[in-house]
């Protein structure tokens, strides 16, 4: 569970790659697909968003824009942790490294 301060953050970040996805990726194509799995692993949470049916071209280049800039603020300055792009000729995969300490032991306090 994430830490009650961190939770509307990590919704900015979902929000901003649903919408990209429904404008310009998987959402917005009839034969597009999306998944998102979540991995616990020692010290992290790795959160990988996949997009499938999608040309990249129609992707242009999202290495800039206002997603990038968000991404970078909230999962490099609020989390501390990381995130990868990769632009593939099948669509596009982005992997969020989120530190454990942006979550809350189970049970455990807020």
Same mark, same amino acid.
């Given at each position: 569970?994430?830490?009650?301060?961190?939770?509307?953050?990590?919704?900015?970040?979902? %929000?901003?790659?649903?919408?990209?996805? *429904?404008?310009? &990726?998987? $959402?917005?194509?009839? /034969?597009? #697909? $999306?998944?998102?799995?979540?991995?616990? !692993?020692? /010290?992290?949470?790795?959160?990988?968003?996949?997009? #499938? =049916?999608?040309?990249?071209? *129609?992707?242009?280049?999202?290495? &800039?824009?206002? &997603?990038?800039?968000?991404?970078? *603020? +909230? +999962?490099? =300055? %609020?989390?501390? &942790?990381?995130?990868?792009? /990769?632009?593939?000729?099948?669509? +596009? !995969?982005?992997?969020?490294? +989120?530190?454990?300490?942006?979550? !809350?032991? #189970?049970?455990?306090?807020?």
């Amino acid at each position: 569970m994430l830490k009650p301060g961190s939770v509307s953050s990590f919704a900015l970040v979902l %929000h901003e790659l649903a919408t990209n996805s *429904a404008k310009y &990726g998987a $959402l917005s194509c009839p /034969d597009g #697909q $999306l998944a998102m799995t979540l991995a616990e !692993r020692e /010290d992290e949470v790795v959160v990988e968003w996949l997009e #499938q =049916g999608v040309s990249t071209t *129609a992707l242009g280049n999202s290495a &800039g824009g206002f &997603g990038s800039k968000l991404l970078t *603020a +909230i +999962i490099e =300055g %609020h989390f501390r &942790g990381s995130f990868e792009r /990769d632009l593939r000729p099948e669509g +596009i !995969r982005i992997v969020l490294h +989120i530190p454990r300490v942006a979550f !809350r032991e #189970q049970g455990g306090p807020e």
